[in-house]
């Protein structure tokens, strides 16, 4: 279900994904681990940043990040992270942004992800921090 999630926010089928996210969260909440159950979490905020659901998503992230970090769950944790920044970002939140795009790297790397793993989050991270000096520059 999560792959069919993931499908159709690409196709921009979001009323059709946001239906499925839901289906995926109340299996996982039945039947799967509770880091399971944050997975989906996630993905069904990755709709709702697609839909412009800004706040909400970004509410409902920040509970992933809580739970994960609370269970040292570091790639859950990273992945919340880094589609938190994603919000923060779009949000107009660069600091936010920033914030959680390091903490993602940071996350990563402890749990020993290869250079491909972190290039996403780096890369985040060089982009969000050059939107920042650039807002500092025209001050």
């Given at each position: 279900?999560n792959?069919?999630?993931?499908?159709?926010?690409?196709?921009?089928?979001?009323?059709?994904?946001?239906?499925?996210?839901?289906?995926?969260?109340?299996?996982?909440?039945?039947?799967?681990?509770?880091?399971?159950?944050?997975?989906?979490?996630?993905?069904?905020?990755?709709?709702?940043?697609?839909?412009?659901?800004?706040?909400?998503?970004?509410?409902?992230?920040?509970?992933?990040?809580?739970?994960?970090?609370?269970?040292?769950?570091n790639?859950?944790?990273?992945?919340?992270?880094?589609?938190?920044?994603?919000?923060?970002?779009?949000?107009?939140?660069?600091?936010?942004?920033?914030?959680?795009?390091?903490?993602?790297?940071?996350?990563?790397?402890?749990?020993?992800?290869?250079?491909?793993?972190?290039?996403?989050?780096?890369?985040?991270?060089?982009?969000?921090?050059?939107?920042?000096?650039?807002?500092?520059?025209?001050?």
């Open positions: 279900m792959e069919k999630v993931t499908l159709l926010r690409l196709l921009d089928r979001l009323d059709e994904a946001f239906e499925i996210a839901n289906q995926a969260l109340r299996q996982a909440r039945f039947t799967g681990d509770r880091q399971d159950f944050v997975l989906c979490r996630i993905r069904r905020a990755q709709v709702m940043q697609f839909q412009a659901k800004l706040e909400e998503a970004a509410s409902e992230l920040t509970q992933c990040v809580l739970e994960s970090e609370t269970h040292e769950w790639l859950t944790a990273a992945f919340a992270r880094e589609t938190r920044g994603k919000v923060h970002f779009e949000q107009d939140d660069l600091d936010g942004a920033l914030a959680d795009f390091t903490a993602a790297v940071f996350l990563r790397d402890k749990s020993g992800a290869s250079p491909d793993e972190l290039e996403s989050a780096l890369i985040a991270v060089a982009v969000v921090e050059s939107f920042i000096g650039e807002r500092r520059a025209l001050r």
